[in-house]
């Protein structure tokens, strides 16, 4: 059976557009027995299912799961309604599973799959940034220009000079809206993913994950420059790979949301970041 895995297709990003389209062509063109897109295709429903449509021509089975983008949602909406109910809609409109609701499993192979999420885990400690200001989406040097954050440069004496550089917010904050906490929806969802790791035991003798955010800190990249470090606290979490190595069955696990190629062997894991840009798109072929 042969798998071809992409990621980080942003569709609805207008330099992403013509990379991803040409990239749709030549899957389609190859062929394969399964697709799995692994979030991030686009925010707005409308266009994300224009670029699942790009794949109409794919012959074998195809699935998603959701990335963070997918969760991004206009004033007044609900990231966790859409989580729950609009985007697996969406992907049965396409032609699509949806990973995130129901595992797949076909001739003794199983994918499961999750957005993932983050519980700042992954925070760059090395930075000195309290705490408050990774839960906020907003850095020291960002949350001092701004009103509505100002409570949390009040105390100061806990921010030191380099961290008041740090000018720079991530955007889920403003276009992910939750009715929890993100440790509580990290918690969610690794429960979530473990239930579905449960059902397909048993019923394949090969399984394969693939979690939109990074399952191992060894995967984060690191940059030497603040505002892009200060991002690495949203690159996934601890809990998402404790989950996966308790399953030796499980052989791979895909994860795309970093914008690099990354690979890790932990334990009986090969862990693999696809590494799709906004202008360079990528994907890999697995046969088993």
Same mark, same amino acid.
Request: charged residues 25%.
């Given at each position: 059976?042969? !798998?071809?895995?992409?990621s980080d297709l942003h569709y609805?990003?207008?330099?992403?557009?013509?990379?991803?389209?040409?990239?749709?062509?030549?899957? +389609?063109?190859?062929?394969?027995? #399964?697709?799995?897109?692994?979030?991030?295709?686009?925010?707005?429903?409308?266009? *994300?299912?224009?670029?699942?449509? $790009?794949?109409?021509?794919?012959?074998?089975?195809? *699935? @998603? #799961?959701?990335?963070?983008?997918?969760?991004?949602?206009?004033?007044?909406?609900?990231? &966790?309604?859409?989580?729950?109910?609009?985007?697996?809609?969406?992907?049965?409109?396409?032609?699509?599973?949806?990973?995130?609701?129901?595992?797949?499993?076909?001739?003794?192979?199983?994918?499961?799959?999750?957005?993932?999420?983050?519980?700042?885990?992954?925070?760059?400690? *090395? @930075?000195?940034?309290?705490?408050?200001?990774?839960?906020?989406?907003?850095?020291?040097?960002?949350?001092?220009? @701004?009103?509505?954050?100002?409570? *949390?440069?009040?105390?100061? =004496?806990?921010? +030191?000079?380099?961290?008041?550089?740090?000018?720079?917010?991530?955007?889920d904050g403003v276009r992910v809206?939750?009715? @929890?906490?993100?440790?509580?929806?990290?918690? %969610?969802? /690794?429960?979530? $993913?473990?239930?579905?790791?449960?059902?397909?035991?048993?019923?394949?003798?090969?399984?394969l994950a693939a979690i939109h955010? &990074?399952?191992?800190?060894?995967?984060?990249?690191?940059?030497? !420059?603040?505002?892009?470090?200060? /991002?690495?606290?949203?690159?996934?979490?601890?809990?998402?790979?404790?989950?996966?190595? =308790?399953?030796?069955?499980?052989?791979? #696990?895909?994860?795309?949301? +970093?914008?690099?190629?990354?690979? &890790?062997?932990?334990?009986?894991?090969? +862990?693999?970041?696809?590494?799709?840009?906004?202008?360079?798109?990528? %994907?890999? #072929? $697995?046969?088993?």
């Open positions: 059976m042969r !798998i071809i895995v992409t609805d990003v207008a330099r992403s557009r013509t990379p991803t389209e040409s990239i749709a062509r030549e899957i +389609c063109e190859r062929g394969g027995d #399964v697709l799995l897109v692994v979030g991030d295709t686009a925010s707005n429903l409308p266009v *994300l299912e224009r670029g699942l449509g $790009l794949f109409d021509n794919f012959g074998g089975c195809k *699935l @998603m #799961v959701a990335g963070n983008h997918e969760l991004w949602t206009a004033p007044g909406e609900d990231s &966790l309604h859409r989580y729950e109910n609009e985007l697996d809609e969406a992907c049965s409109r396409n032609g699509f599973q949806f990973l995130d609701s129901k595992p797949f499993v076909e001739d003794g192979l199983a994918i499961v799959g999750s957005v993932g999420w983050y519980d700042y885990s992954f925070r760059p400690s *090395l @930075m000195k940034i309290p705490l408050r200001f990774f839960q906020s989406k907003v850095a020291p040097g960002a949350a001092a220009r @701004m009103d509505e954050w100002q409570h *949390l440069v009040e105390r100061g =004496d806990d921010l +030191c000079e380099a961290a008041m550089q740090v000018t720079t917010r991530w955007m809206k939750l009715p @929890m906490t993100d440790a509580a929806f990290t918690e %969610y969802l /690794a429960d979530k $993913l473990r239930s579905h790791l449960d059902t397909v035991v048993g019923k394949a003798t090969r399984t955010h &990074l399952p191992f800190a060894e995967m984060v990249p690191h940059s030497p !420059i603040p505002d892009w470090e200060f /991002a690495t606290a949203y690159h996934g979490a601890e809990l998402f790979g404790e989950v996966l190595l =308790d399953y030796p069955q499980v052989s791979h #696990v895909f994860s795309g949301h +970093c914008h690099r190629e990354r690979r &890790l062997r932990k334990r009986h894991l090969n +862990c693999m970041s696809i590494g799709s840009t906004y202008t360079a798109k990528r %994907y890999e #072929v $697995l046969d088993v």
